[in-house]
């Protein structure tokens, strides 16, 4: 049974499931028409290599696919002048072996972002999000380069991936404008937690890249982002029935990362790790004596653990200096030893990742 709902339910279910505006769709119409558009200068002999358009080009293709102060896609989503700068490379095709590897990265850069209140013909007035730039890079198969089929192909195969990256960045955009315009400027607590320790010294434990990632990853930021993603990505795909999006599903890096959240367990991520011969033979060096694979472990991670506190007290005092708040403190007792460090996420990755499950297999309403 397939579930009927009006349009107006549907932009509130999509709120509720997602946390984002409805008026995310429009942008991200926006910025895959003008990467259409770059295709299209690249076959018209342009260089390819690295594309831009600043904030009044963004602006005019906006205008141009109904962007208005008085469009509900305006009044939910307020933002002027983002510039959108794209990267393109060709690659073999052998390079390409999912969808996901046309896209190579993207961000929301708010380096040059910033309140405004400006006033328009029709006399309204708003507080509008300026400048930002999205970054995208794009890698196009050398076959569809050599024959000049880019832009069909992009339409084809590789449109749903780049939207479902502008829907994943746009998300941060509504978050850092509601965050800004509440003066919450602080980045969330999560995103300190990331950065801490984040770059692992040489000979480290391969397993801490993981815990690391997995701790940005469970950030209702991050977590958001993800869902909207993969609700552009569905999209995209016209994913229809059920079976469809249950196959959609077992091919969804966010369908997986979800997944991992929510089956972490502290021992048996303790007991998985492996102690390389090159990482044990660093640390009995270091220390004078031979050791076990237990001891190694204990000290590599005492280790990993000891940085990333250092990092995370330095940001905290940076954030203390720059807006007058610290971030919280952690437990003592959480520090004290590995077991109990691993211990302090399990709770909190299995929420986030059964949130996030909950979210996603909600999304199924919307088709």
Do not use: C
Not at 55 to 78: H, I, R, T, Y
Not at 111 to 116: E, P, Q, R, V
Not at 187 to 210: C, I, T, V, Y
């Amino acid at each position: 049974m397939k579930l009927i709902i009006t349009q107006k339910q549907s932009s509130k279910l999509i709120k509720e499931t997602m946390g984002v505006p409805k008026s995310v769709d429009f942008w991200v119409n926006v910025f895959s028409s003008l990467i259409e558009d770059s295709l299209l200068m690249l076959l018209d002999g342009g260089d390819g290599s690295s594309l831009s358009f600043d904030g009044n080009e963004v602006m005019e293709k906006a205008f141009s696919l109904g962007w208005s102060p008085d469009s509900s896609g305006f009044k939910e989503l307020p933002i002027v002048e983002p510039s959108l700068n794209i990267r393109l490379g060709v690659v073999s095709d052998e390079f390409i072996s999912t969808g996901d590897d046309y896209i190579q990265g993207g961000q929301f850069n708010t380096k040059n972002t910033g309140l405004s209140n400006i006033k328009f013909p029709n006399g309204k007035e708003s507080t509008v999000l300026t400048g930002g730039d999205i970054e995208i890079t794009l890698l196009i198969p050398e076959e569809h380069f050599d024959d000049g089929s880019i832009l069909e192909f992009f339409k084809l195969d590789i449109k749903p991936y780049v939207e479902s990256l502008f829907f994943h960045e746009l998300t941060h955009v509504v978050e850092y404008y509601n965050r800004i315009l509440s003066d919450q400027n602080v980045p969330g607590r999560e995103h300190m937690w990331l950065s801490a320790g984040r770059e692992s010294p040489k000979n480290h434990l391969e397993e801490w890249d993981h815990l690391i990632f997995l701790i940005y990853l469970h950030s209702s930021f991050e977590l958001n982002a993800r869902v909207s993603e993969i609700y552009g990505l569905m999209k995209g795909l016209k994913i229809k029935t059920k079976k469809e999006f249950a196959d959609f599903l077992k091919s969804s890096r966010v369908w997986s990362y979800s997944n991992d959240l929510n089956d972490f367990n502290a021992e048996k991520y303790y007991d998985d790790i492996v102690i390389t011969d090159e990482l044990k033979s660093v640390v009995e060096d270091r220390l004078g004596e031979s050791l076990s694979d237990d001891d190694v472990k204990e000290y590599a991670l005492t280790a990993l653990i000891g940085r990333w506190e250092e990092d995370y007290n330095e940001m905290s005092s940076e954030s203390d200096k720059l807006y007058g708040t610290k971030l919280p403190k952690m437990r003592p007792s959480v520090l004290s030893s590995p077991t109990n460090f691993i211990k302090f996420w399990e709770k909190r990755f299995n929420r986030a990742g059964n949130k996030a499950i909950r979210k996603i297999t909600k999304l199924y309403s919307l088709l």
